[in-house]
Nanobody, 123 residues
């Protein structure tokens, strides 16, 4: 059972990145998927969450209107589309999975984690 994030990188303020979370060993479609981020010296922060049914989503206030989470069921992948990036979005981004349909914002609720991908927003 493994989650792998990709798509991070260096981008200027106002730019966009698309992060992918791919699962191996299990079907993401049965899991609620969350994205968290952690900047140096700060606590891990919940960014977005998508229920397994795709019926419920959560976005942190700091990213509402700029980030979109969605699932590509055929590719067993969850995408976090990040637009209008700001300096304060700089962090390591992690995807996490928990079996079921409920949406959880606490990182302690999740059972599986990826290794993280670095997002750096800088001019």
């Amino acid at each position: 059972v493994q989650l792998v994030e990709s798509g991070g990188g260096l981008v200027q303020p106002g730019g966009s990145l698309r992060l992918s979370c791919v699962a191996s060993g299990f079907t993401l479609n049965d899991y609620t998927i969350a994205w968290f981020r952690q900047a140096p010296g700060k606590e891990r922060e919940g960014v977005s969450c998508l229920s397994s049914s795709d019926g419920s989503t959560y976005y942190a206030d700091s990213v509402k209107g700029r980030f979109t989470v969605y699932r590509d069921r055929a590719k067993n992948t969850v995408i976090l589309q990040m637009n209008s990036l700001k300096l304060e979005d700089t962090a390591v981004y992690y995807c996490a999975a928990k079996y079921g349909v409920a949406v959880y914002t606490a990182y302690t609720a999740y059972d599986y984690w990826g290794q993280g991908t670095q997002v750096t927003v800088s001019s």
